[in-house]
């Protein structure tokens, strides 16, 4: 007999990773009805997986996100401020926000070690935005040229990781231009203001965007602030030199870089523009955005850590 207290719900997005991961259903199918206290739910439809989460938040103690990070961003979204945990089977494409999780980079072959680490809490960014909406992100939000990607990245029909994401961007710098921003940034012990064009902005909690850019190499996941990386107006063809340095975190050090961390952030934004959280998109953004971050706003669970050396 199934103890509902202790159930895991895995959430199956048989769409991500463009699709690929449906050809993984019979295998995890398998690994889950091996199991006495867990069952397995699958997406129909985009937006589904926060859905199964919030009919299934009652019953379970343990929600399993197996997708990329927006199938993880709408598990996060149905379960923050409730008493769970979130577990990530990342069978995504880029599976950004694991990275910074378990940056060991130890590849599980099956579902056991989900049962077998431990868990933390981890803060979230919280946004709100339009006339009344609120959302979470458990990765990074960019607003602009990074949501104008992740636009594009959700349009290719096949590239995947990385090498879509890479695709996108040129694809966007081609037609882009700094963008008008009003921005105020609350810094722990003071406040900053810009009003200038910008041609990047983002709000980071993880480390890594679009498969292996650093754009936050300072991010940490419990330090209660959220890392804030922008890219200052340049011209569309200095982006290259930007593109070689985010990919070892050593555009912080740039002059056009402006990098903090921060308890919140504002923006205004004077025309619609496309805005991202964990690479779900966003359109047409109008006024303001407040950005805050939530302290330990999720239990997630994670990779043990590995004996003290003696
Ligand atoms: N059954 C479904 N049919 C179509 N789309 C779905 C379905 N279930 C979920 N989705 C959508 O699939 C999209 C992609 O999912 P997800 O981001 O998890 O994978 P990914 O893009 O491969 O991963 P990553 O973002 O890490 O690269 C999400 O926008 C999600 O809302």
């Known amino acids: 007999m199934m103890n509902n207290s202790s159930r895991y719900l895995f959430i199956f997005n048989p769409a991500a990773?463009?699709?690929?991961?449906?050809?993984?259903?019979?295998?995890?199918?398998?690994?889950?009805?091996?199991?006495n206290d867990?069952?397995?739910?699958?997406?129909?439809?985009?937006?589904?997986?926060?859905?199964?989460?919030?009919?299934?938040?009652?019953?379970?103690?343990?929600?399993?996100?197996?997708?990329?990070?927006?199938?993880?961003h709408e598990v996060v979204n149905a379960v923050a401020g409730e008493e769970r945990t979130v577990g990530i089977l990342p069978i995504g494409s880029a599976n950004d926000f694991i990275k910074t999780l378990n940056p060991r980079k130890e590849h599980h072959k099956g579902i056991a070690h989900l049962f077998e680490g431990t868990s933390k809490k981890v803060d979230l960014g919280s946004v709100s935005f339009g006339v009344a909406n609120h959302r979470y992100f458990v990765n990074s939000l960019g607003i602009g040229f990074t949501g104008r990607v992740a636009k594009a990245v959700k349009r290719l029909p096949w590239l995947k990781g990385e090498l879509g994401y890479v695709y996108?961007?040129?694809?966007?710098?081609?037609?882009?231009?700094?963008?008008?921003?009003?921005?105020?940034?609350?810094?722990?012990?003071?406040?900053?203001?810009?009003?200038?064009?910008?041609?990047?902005?983002?709000v980071s909690n993880g480390k890594i965007e679009g498969g292996k850019f650093i754009i936050s190499p300072h991010a940490e996941l419990?330090?209660?602030?959220?890392?804030?990386?922008?890219?200052?107006?340049?011209?569309?063809?200095?982006?290259?030199?930007?593109?070689?340095?985010?990919?070892?975190?050593?555009?912080?050090?740039?002059?056009?870089?402006?990098?903090?961390?921060?308890?919140?952030?504002?923006?205004?934004?004077?025309?619609?523009?496309?805005?991202?959280?964990?690479?779900?998109?966003?359109?047409?953004?109008?006024?303001?955005?407040?950005?805050?971050?939530?302290?330990?706003?999720?239990?997630?669970?994670?990779?043990?850590?590995?004996?003290?050396?003696?």
């Open 168 to 202: 996108a961007l040129f694809s966007v710098l081609a037609g882009y231009s700094s963008l008008n921003m009003h921005i105020t940034i609350t810094l722990e012990d003071s406040v900053l203001e810009l009003h200038e064009p910008v041609f990047a902005f983002t």
């Open 38 to 72: 867990s069952i397995m739910a699958t997406t129909d439809y985009a937006g589904h997986a926060g859905e199964i989460a919030r009919s299934g938040i009652r019953e379970s103690s343990c929600l399993i996100a197996c997708g990329g990070d927006g199938t993880l």
């Open 17 to 35: 990773d463009k699709g690929r991961a449906s050809r993984k259903a019979e295998w995890l199918k398998a690994l889950v009805a091996d199991r």
């Open 222 to 310: 419990s330090d209660g602030l959220l890392d804030i990386c922008i890219l200052k107006d340049i011209r569309r063809y200095e982006f290259f030199r930007f593109v070689l340095k985010y990919l070892n975190g050593t555009h912080i050090n740039d002059p056009k870089i402006l990098y903090c961390k921060a308890k919140a952030v504002t923006l205004t934004l004077m025309a619609p523009e496309v805005m991202h959280m964990d690479g779900e998109v966003y359109d047409n953004i109008l006024g303001k955005v407040g950005i805050s971050v939530l302290p330990d706003g999720i239990r997630l669970l994670c990779d043990l850590l590995p004996e003290a050396e003696p």
